[in-house]
């Protein structure tokens, strides 16, 4: 009676992985657009590296074109992926930029979160402050039509 195979290691399993954005290849600059099925390597970085809970992990997979490896990585504390090495991705739908550590885009994040932050509260006062100003014209609206039918009777 033959035992089955056990994986070497245990942080390292196979699974099917749908590309989370439009991405090239280093090598021979083929594309390869969002969601398309590829057959990937998840691992668990051994750091335990994680934020509020939520572990990052790394996709592992070749090209289907020339067959180069490429690593994608989670970031959840910016809630992204990030190409660790092989490959390009895109931002936007035009702009392609390298990133083949992931550690360009965490570093400005953390050297400019305060104003990133600042931003985003601002943002959100204005988007208030908005909603606001259109509550009160048409409530000014309102009035305006209540007295016209009042005039009318």
């Known amino acids: 009676m033959a035992l089955a195979a056990q994986p070497k290691n245990l942080q ?20 390869m657009a969002k969601d398309t099925k590829i057959n990937s390597r998840k ?3 051994s750091r335990n590296l994680e934020f509020l809970g939520i572990k990052n992990i790394r996709f592992h997979f070749n090209c289907t074109q020339c067959s180069a490896g490429i690593v994608l990585r989670t ?14 991705q895109f931002c936007g739908d035009q702009h392609p930029r390298r990133l083949l550590y992931g550690l360009e885009e965490e570093s400005n994040w953390h050297e400019n979160r305060d104003e990133i932050l600042a931003q985003r509260i601002f943002m959100l006062r204005q988007k208030n402050h908005n909603m606001d100003q259109k509550r009160k014209m048409e409530e ?11 005039r009318e009777i």
């Open 12 to 31: 390292i399993e196979n699974v099917v992985l749908n590309l989370p954005r439009t991405i090239h290849c280093i090598k021979c600059r083929n594309t």
């Open 43 to 45: 691992e668990r970085p």
């Open 75 to 88: 970031n959840p504390q910016l809630s992204r992926v990030l190409c660790e090495a092989g490959a390009t």
């Open 140 to 150: 000014v609206g309102n009035a305006m039509k209540s007295l016209d039918l009042e």
